[in-house]
């Protein structure tokens, strides 16, 4: 890896030079934004599909109702994280956003270790494979997405 001397970096800062509206068009059409919400309907619909294949695997509702629960102790707290990164107060200022993501990450892991601890209380006849491919499924959404972004979330520049 190649450092900047001092005496390059006045050349490296009078090299730079801004975009230009057409530029960030175009910038934008190769690396798309990924829209958090879009994530989160896609962690739902999987946690859907991972549902039914339990039900069609092994037949019993209980490992239904687990892997349901799975899903949602991933989807609940995205949804929350998510909502609290796209409020106006995060949109402040850069310190408000860096906060904001700080913040709600922190309620997202809480709410998550919350729900794990409730459910053996909460559903009755906990299969444990289930909720967790429920849980590890709706949580590889993350990762899925940021490879498929160019598919799955196009940005329409306009």
Do not use: C, H
Request: aromatic share 12%.
């Amino acid at each position: 890896m190649t450092r900047i001397q001092p005496e390059d970096q006045e050349n490296v800062q009078d090299a730079f030079e801004p975009l230009t509206a057409e530029q960030v068009v175009e910038l934008r059409k190769q690396q798309p934004l990924l829209s958090v919400w879009r994530v989160v309907g896609v962690q739902v619909i999987l946690g859907l599909l991972v549902a039914g294949f339990v039900w069609f695997v092994s037949g019993r509702m209980a490992a239904v109702y687990s892997a349901l629960y799975g899903a949602l102790t991933v989807i609940a707290p995205a949804a929350l994280f998510a909502r609290g990164l796209t409020s106006r107060v995060a949109s402040v200022n850069v310190g408000a956003a860096v906060f904001g993501f700080f913040l709600w990450e922190m309620v997202k892991i809480g709410l998550t270790v919350a729900m794990l601890f409730a459910a053996p209380r909460l559903v009755s006849d906990l299969s444990w494979p289930a909720m967790l491919a429920g849980l590890v499924v709706t949580m590889k959404v993350y990762w899925v997405a940021l490879g498929f972004r160019k598919v799955f979330y196009p940005v329409n520049p306009t």
